[in-house]
């Protein structure tokens, strides 16, 4: 079957088409574009104007400590992630023995729970600080975690478990070859979707133990006095924050794992 071309700006109103970089680069720049036109010329009062949002974050840099209080976030999301991740991976894995497969599935299950219902029972146990922050942020991220990378290995189709053995692999080394390392490249992918879900949970985490600060006192802080230009500076440093971090998960994964964009439609 012929390859499709990476086509031109048309190419890209057409359903299933690849389009060259230079093309993608020109449809970006055309929507942040219309997005800050509509943003500047938006009648909606409450939405403050670039300008005054640009304006409160070097406030909120230069003498109330965002930079401090961010390098605090980013710590304890990275924190969270490497911990919600080992213990995940772990159990996830653990699925191809149908013993452990209730245990999974019943905790995958936690994740319609609320985390301020559990906030009470982590208080009590841990008693508040650091730990409870951190211990509310990996149970509330490994529920997603688990419940992805669980259909990740339970998707693996029957043939590559089958090829597997045709090489006369112990069946140990299969679940070495084609779960763990056959699925490494999606468990990054996993990663990334659950580091951006830590990024959701961090602010209401930081307002439930405050001692330590992070941006989401500062973000209630600019909330309660109707800062809005403020509140908007701290979401958008979050959100770059965050896509910095979606980069750089995804550099990790297309080094670790450079095989895994060699089959895609869009490439």
Partial sequence: MAQAKSG???DAFLPNRSISRTTLITIVVIQIALFLLIW?????????????????????WNTRGLGK????????????????????????????IPFFRPIVSALSKARFL????????????LGGGPALKLSLLVFGMSVFFLTSMASVVSAIPKAEFDHARTLRMPEWKVVWEVVV???FDQAFEVMRQNAAIGWMMLTMVE??????????ILLE????????DGVFAIQITILVVGLFQDYLIG?????????????????
């Fill in 181 to 183: 390392l056959g699925t």
């Fill in 114 to 125: 609320s985390l301020i219902g559990f906030s009470l029972v982590f208080t009590l146990t």
């Fill in 69 to 96: 209080e961010l390098l605090t976030s980013i710590g304890l999301n990275f924190k969270a992630v490497m911990i919600s991740s080992a213990i995940c991976l772990v159990l996830a894995y653990f699925t191809v």
């Fill in 251 to 267: 550099f990790v994964r297309n080094l670790l794992c450079p095989y895994s964009n060699l089959s895609l439609e869009r490439k």
């Fill in 8 to 10: 031109g700006l048309l």
């Fill in 207 to 216: 307002g439930i133990a405050r001692a330590e600060g992070g941006i989401g």
């Fill in 40 to 60: 500047i010329t938006s009648p909606f009062k409450v939405l403050p104007k670039p300008g005054e949002v640009a304006s409160a974050f070097s406030n909120l």
């Fill in 221 to 228: 802080s600019e909330k309660r006095f109707f800062h809005i």
